[in-house]
């Protein structure tokens, strides 16, 4: 991540402590102490107060942009971003050919595979689980779509989770699945799954 907004925002916290400090020292502190010589006229006073204002907004600000950046920075520095926004059917129909290839594998190798609307429930031996494929490529994964796999693992007695989605995966997603023991897979990480032909893997993500 580019650290520009977290230095902006150093940078805005330090000034306005520094504000904040002499508010408090040339102001508040002075009147109350009978220092009367180090009051500062209502001018500067008012400065400094609203410098430490300004400074803890902006602080805020910045912090919000170093969040954002921080998901969205490898579109925004991916030279070809532009140039895949025409790809849309073309990066669906991999994804579909990538999910179907999937299940081939989970059939070939596992006991069962059970459907249950986009919930595929797997068996091996004495071991289960729970995979769940995005039909919509364009749609983002949700931490509310996470929630709801979690809920059908309870209730298929499931103590491990597999979500496939097409669009990349934010952090927040990733925190809430890792939580509820589910691996994730992107279109990226599903195709390299498969190139490497692991599939024996999935009973012990």
């Not at 520094?18 to 502190?29: K, N």
């Not at 998901?71 to 991999?94: H, I």
């Not at 039909?135 to 979690?150: I, K």
Request: glycine letters at 4%.
């Amino acid at each position: 991540m580019n650290n520009k907004w977290l230095i902006c925002s150093c940078i805005a916290t330090g000034i306005g402590i520094l504000a904040g400090a002499g508010y408090l020292m040339f102001s508040e502190y002075s009147v109350l102490s009978g220092y009367q010589d180090w009051v500062l006229s209502s001018f500067w006073s008012n400065s400094l107060l609203w410098t430490f204002v300004v400074m803890f907004l902006m602080a805020l600000v910045f912090n919000v942009l170093a969040f954002l950046e921080l998901e969205r920075q490898e579109d925004l520095l991916n030279p070809m971003a532009w140039l895949n926004d025409g790809k849309g059917e073309r990066s669906q129909q991999q994804y579909k050919y990538s999910t179907d290839l999937l299940l081939e594998h989970l059939q070939r190798d596992m006991e069962s595979l059970e459907r249950h609307d986009s919930h595929y429930l797997v068996r091996n031996r004495h071991q289960a689980l729970l995979v769940y494929i995005q039909q919509d490529a364009e749609a983002p994964l949700t931490v509310s779509l996470v929630r709801s796999v979690f809920q059908q693992m309870l209730m298929q007695n499931c103590q491990r989770g597999l979500i496939v989605s097409c669009q990349r995966i934010n952090s927040q997603v990733r925190l809430f699945a890792n939580e509820a023991g589910i691996e994730l897979f992107d279109h990226q990480k599903l195709k390299r799954y498969l190139s490497n032909e692991q599939s024996g893997q999935l009973v012990l993500i």
